[in-house]
């Protein structure tokens, strides 16, 4: 049971490509989560799922899009970086039911815009 | 809509030292409170939680109360550890909100031996 895993670590992008960050989880969730980490800025949610084929917006959505085409994977795109979306961006899912109501994390992926 | 604001840091103390991290939050009907770990180069753990009014939330020697009537769930321990190093979230799920979690902007913590 690995949990949530995101891919890749760590990435480097210059100003207007694109690059795809990989969320997956083997605990079977219905819902999962993207965040940013910045600094002094807590961790603000991108985007959300709330089942296979589902999506939805959270607080800073623009810039972003995702797709959710099977239930243990959460893909977040950027499809023209820009500096601004430098950060750690970590994939959460939940577990509800049973007294659990738990957001499990990944481990982030940081990414560097130059 | 929903928010949590808590203690800014840096907070800095030494080993066996007392440990409150300020917690307050603003949401509408009762939301579940919780607080989540995040060690150095790690994803966020949770820690503890509670989602009843005069609730304690436990955890490695943490603890936690949701005060209802004044809005807060102050983390605190008795005696810290070097190990404690590290950045503490208060968070909230509102009722009804696609199980969705409000972070207050962190807290660091280092301990020092």
């Known amino acids: 049971n690995a949990g949530v895993t995101q891919t890749p670590k760590f990435r480097v992008l210059k100003t207007g490509q694109s690059m795809t960050l990989l969320c997956a989880q083997d605990m079977n969730h219905e819902y999962m989560y993207w965040y940013r980490q910045d600094p002094g800025m807590g961790l603000r949610l991108i985007h959300y799922?709330?089942?296979?084929?589902?999506?939805a917006k959270g607080e800073v959505p623009d810039g972003y899009n995702v797709s959710r085409l099977k239930k243990q994977n959460f893909l977040l795109g950027l499809e023209s970086a820009a500096p601004s979306q430098t950060s750690v961006y970590f994939c959460a899912s939940y577990e509800e039911g049973g007294g659990k109501e738990t957001q499990y994390f990944g481990p982030g992926t940081r990414l560097l815009v130059l | 809509g929903d928010s949590v604001t808590q203690m800014e840091g840096p907070v800095t103390l030494s080993e066996e030292a007392f440990l409150t991290i300020n917690c307050t939050y603003t949401a509408t009907g009762y939301p579940s409170l919780f607080w989540y770990v995040q060690y150095p180069g790690e994803g966020l753990q949770l820690l503890l939680k509670?989602?009843?009014?005069?609730d304690k939330g436990s955890n490695k020697g943490f603890e936690a109360t949701y005060r209802k009537e004044t809005t807060s769930f102050h983390l605190e321990k008795g005696s810290v550890q070097v190990s404690d190093s590290a950045v503490y979230f208060c968070?909230?799920?509102?009722?009804?909100?696609?199980?969705?979690?409000?972070f207050g902007k962190g807290t660091l913590l280092t301990v020092n031996p």
């Open positions: 509670a989602t009843k009014a005069d």
């Open positions: 968070a909230l799920r509102g009722g009804g909100s696609n199980y969705k979690l409000t």
């Open positions: 799922s709330v089942g296979e084929g589902t999506t």
